[in-house]
C-alpha cells in the first residue's frame, strides 16, 4: 500500500449509516430548540431585542470552540471525539429552559452554542474521512440527513407547543432520549485516530491558508441562507404584502427545497464533479435573487427563495469536503472553514437589517444575489472536494483501530 494511500473501511455501509445519522441526531437538537424559542420569550418575558442578543450567544459560542475540536479527534480519535462531543451537545439542549433570567440564559446559550460546534466539526471531519475511504461524495446527504432529522425534531416541538407541555419537560426528556440513541449511533463509526507521530493541534489557531479561499465560498452560502431563513417572511410581508400564513411558507419553501436538495446532491456530485455543480448553484440561486429582488408578488418571491435554497444547499458540504483533503489534519482544516462560514451565518441577518434601514430590503438582498454570483466565480476553490480528488499529502494519513466493541462486530 503507498505511503498515502487509505485503509478501508471494515463495514463501508454501516459505517455511512453511522455518521448519516449522527448527523441527524445534531439536526435534532437544533430543531427541537428552535421550536421552543417563543416559550423561553414568553418566560422570560424577553423582548425582541432581548432575544435578539440572547440568540447570538450560540453563534458565539460556536464560533469560539470550533478550534478545539481539533485536539478532541486527535487526542482521543475520531469516533471517541464524536460521541462525547455529540453527547453533550445533546444534553445541552435541556439547558435554555432551566435559564432564570436573561443573563442567565445567554451564558447558557453560549455554552449551548460551543457544544454544537465542536460536535458539528468532529462529524465533519470523521464524515470526510469516510468519504475519501469510500471514494464518492457522501457529504451532502449527511447535511440532508441534518436536515431531515430538523424538520422531523421540529415537528414534535410543534405538536408539543400546541399540547402546551412545559418546555423544560420536553427539552429535558428529548435530550435524555437524543443521549441514548447517539450512543449505539456511535459505535458504527470507524475508530480514525491520527498516525502517532502527528503533531497536536493548537488550542485555537487561525484557518489554514489553504483553506481560507474554501472558506470564503462557504461564507457566500451560509450568508445567502442565513439571509433567508430569518428575512424571507419578513420580506414577503413588507415588499409583497403578502398574508402571514404565506409569509410563513417562504422559509418553509427555503427548508424544504434545502434538505431535499442536499439529500439528492451527492448523486449530482458525482455526475458533475465538485467545481460545475457549485457553478450551477451558484446559477440558480442567483437567479433565485434575481427573483426574490424583482418581486412584487408573493407568486416571485417565494420560488425566488426556495431557488436560492436549491442552489446554496450543497456548497457547505463541499467546503468541508474540500478542506478536509487540504493537508494531514483534516478536523483543523474543517474547524476553520466552518469558523469562517458560520461567522457568515452569525453577522448576515444584522448586516440585512441594516442595510434594509440605511435603503430597503429590496437592496439587502441585491447584495445576497452578488453574493451568490460570486459562487460561480470562486467554484475552483472546491475541486479538492472531488471524491478521488488526491490529498495533500503534508503528513501522514490517519490510521484505523477496530477494537472488539466496533458496531461491525455486534451484527445480529
Known sequence: MPANALEPLADPRRSRLGIALVFGVHGAVTGTFATRIPWLQDRLDLSPGQLGLALVMPAVGSSLAMPLAGRFVHR???????????????????LPALAPSLPALCAV???????????????????VEIEQRLGRSIMSGLHGMWSAGGLL????????AHLALDARLQLAVTALVLVVLAQPVCRCLPDLRAPEEAEEPPRFALPPRSSLVIGLVGFCAVFAEGASMDWSGVYLKDITHSSATVAAASYTAFALTMAVSRLAGDAVIR??????????????ATLGGLLVVAADTPALAVPGFALIGIGIAVIVP????????????????IAGVATVTYTSGLIAPAVIGALAQATSLTVSF?????????????AGALRRAEPNAPTEAAAPTARSHTPSEDCATSRP
Open 318 to 333: 463541499l467546503a468541508f469536503a474540500a478542506a478536509g483533503r487540504t493537508g494531514g489534519n483534516p478536523s483543523q482544516a
Open 366 to 378: 441585491g447584495l445576497v444575489t452578488l453574493l451568490a454570483l460570486a459562487l460561480l466565480l470562486g
Open 153 to 160: 425534531a421540529s415537528g414534535f416541538g410543534i405538536l408539543a
Open 271 to 284: 455526475r458533475l464533479g465538485a467545481v460545475r455543480t457549485t457553478r450551477l448553484g451558484g446559477a440558480i
Open 76 to 94: 482521543y480519535g475520531g469516533r471517541a471525539a464524536v460521541r462525547g462531543l455529540i453527547s453533550l451537545w445533546c444534553l445541552a439542549l435541556a
Open 109 to 127: 446559550l453560549l455554552v449551548y452554542g460551543a457544544t454544537a460546534g465542536m460536535a458539528d466539526v468532529a462529524m465533519n471531519a470523521q464524515g
